[in-house]
């Protein structure tokens, strides 16, 4: 079955780095084109990257525009979301998606504070 298994979230400082992988399995990685998404409390679920099948094509939200930089890794079978100068409002749960089979992972949590 299709998995999504993501990792590397934790508390940073604002000004600060993480990288995020989303481990896929139970499908052909190579095939699907992969997303990132994430929730902030009380807010919707909003789409934050776009990587295509080859990772030749990717597309940003405007707030992480120029900090975050979406990537795969296809023998891999891992996405990565690379987020630099973090900020507050960066805080929320992190979820990879894949659209062709409507799944999700469970999420990992990102917290940006002083």
């Known amino acids: 079955q299709v998995k999504l298994v993501e990792s590397g979230g934790g508390l940073v400082q604002p000004g600060g780095s993480l990288r995020l992988s989303c481990a896929a399995s139970g499908f052909i990685f190579s095939n699907a084109a992969m997303y990132w998404y994430r929730q902030a409390p009380g807010k919707e679920r909003e789409l934050v990257a776009f990587i295509s099948t080859t990772g030749r094509n990717t597309n940003y939200t405007d707030s992480v525009k120029g900090r975050f930089t979406i990537s795969r890794d296809n023998p891999k079978n891992t996405v990565y979301l690379q987020m630099n100068n973090l900020k507050p409002e960066d805080t929320a749960v992190y979820y990879c998606?894949?659209?062709?089979?409507?799944?999700w992972g469970q999420g990992t949590q990102v917290t940006v504070s002083s």
């Open positions: 998606y894949v659209s062709r089979f409507f799944s």
